[in-house]
């Protein structure tokens, strides 16, 4: 049996050391554009609304190239919003799948999002890929005056409300925080059903479990799952009837910094593929700015990429 090709995802936010994010916007709708020409299969953009000062509690990571997490940035890091960028890529795009990843839903009303996610699936033909989740941040719960202990059970009622909104005709919807009645979303997204929805987190927790089996096309979990959570994960798709073959799996690669000023070394990160190949994962997340410092370089790692993955996994 044929091994499936590994598709490439090249993540465009967090690339602080090479864009800023307020006056060279420009830069990351140019990746978007040049991974594409190389061959790579999505583009991914997370985001926050606003930070507070929770968001850099623990002090600066180590090196500015890492990921950011809970704690580890600075209040004043630049996340232009997502939703409006992607719409940017979509429009200088063609093929590229356009995944906004870390969508903070409960941050805002489910009509509203629900009606802009579904607008920039229809501009993008279909290319969209949502992963809606809760976040960690409290101050930016409180910035938007939204419960942050009732972040999970807002989420719950996005995706149910979503699922109604996307359908033919009006939707009616009453649950605890949201009700609406005979509300008509148009236009309706562009594949039936709306955009692919992914689902991950730090641990495969209960609810991350229970979205997954009923809403979620794909898991993107942070950092390597343990085989016991993946055990856990197909048993609970075989109980729903389905199978695992209808989640995408999302790995990525990891980036092992010399020090806390340099690069780390793209081959030694492209190791981790094979072995996650061997797991059942088909798509992997890269950030460019953890291997080259030239924003102008780009394009030149994305066909790099390529060509490294393909001697890899052949």
Avoid at 45 to 55: R, Y
Avoid at 157 to 184: K, S
Wanted: net charge negative; aromatic share 8%; proline share 9%.
């Amino acid at each position: 049996m044929t091994k499936p090709h590994p598709r490439m995802t090249l993540v465009l936010t967090e690339n602080w050391t090479m864009t800023g994010g307020r006056c060279d916007l420009a830069a990351p709708v140019r990746w978007a554009r040049e991974a594409e020409e190389a061959g790579f299969d999505s583009v991914m953009l997370s985001e926050h609304i606003v930070l507070g000062p929770d968001a850099g509690a623990d002090g600066p990571m180590p090196n500015p190239r890492e990921y950011a997490a809970p704690g580890n940035q600075a209040p004043d890091t630049p996340w232009p919003s997502s939703i409006v960028l992607l719409s940017a890529i979509a429009a200088v795009t063609e093929r590229i799948r356009l995944a906004a990843a870390a969508v903070l839903a409960p941050l805002r009303h489910p009509l509203l999002l629900a009606k802009e996610l579904a607008t920039l699936d229809l501009l993008s033909e279909g290319r969209l890929v949502v992963l809606p989740t809760v976040s960690w941040s409290a101050d930016e719960y409180a910035a938007l005056q939204v419960p942050f202990t009732r972040r999970g059970r807002l989420l719950d009622e996005h995706l149910a409300a979503w699922q109604l909104l996307w359908q033919p005709g009006p939707a009616t919807f009453e649950g605890e925080h949201y009700r609406f009645r005979d509300a008509w979303l148009e236009p309706k997204p562009y594949r039936a059903g709306g955009p692919e929805l992914w689902f991950g987190g730090s641990t495969l927790h209960s609810a991350v479990l229970r979205r997954l089996v009923t809403y979620g096309h794909g898991f993107n979990p942070l950092g390597r799952p343990t085989p016991g959570e993946l055990e856990k994960l197909r048993a609970a798709m075989a109980e729903a009837g389905r199978d695992m073959s209808e989640l995408e799996m999302v790995g990525g690669t990891r980036a092992a910094f010399p020090d806390r000023t340099s690069v780390a070394d793209l081959g030694r990160a492209l190791e981790a593929v094979p072995e996650q190949m061997e797991e059942g994962f088909t798509t992997f997340c890269i950030k460019p700015s953890q291997f080259t410092d030239d924003p102008a370089g780009v394009g030149d790692f994305c066909r790099e990429v390529m060509r490294r993955v393909e001697r890899l996994t052949g």
